[in-house]
């Protein structure tokens, strides 16, 4: 039997409701306990219907970290696209 395409999940719940996604990342966060684990900084991209995009960073962000922190995402991003390419 031919294997024409695999679904892959990105997102544990539905990544259309963004204040529950905000949530469980907050959620995430606050479970953290060691200390060499925690979150040092959070990066946020936001696009409007009408393309209009904002960026937002919380934590210990300066303009070169969340430039490091977007592109080790995108970098993540790809891999895991490339893990499930047929």
Not at 31 to 41: C, L, P, S, V
Request: with cysteine; aromatic share 4%; hydrophobic share 45%.
């Amino acid at each position: 039997m031919t294997r024409l395409a695999e679904v892959v999940t990105l997102y544990d719940t539905n990544a259309s409701d963004i204040p529950g996604m905000l949530c469980q990342s907050a959620d995430s966060i606050e479970a953290e306990t060691d200390e060499n684990d925690r979150t040092k900084a959070m990066m946020g991209a936001q696009m409007t219907h009408d393309g209009a995009i904002a960026i937002y960073g919380w934590g210990s962000v300066d303009r070169f970290t969340a430039i490091g922190i977007l592109q080790a995402a995108v970098a993540k991003l790809c891999d895991v696209v490339e893990e499930h390419r047929v």
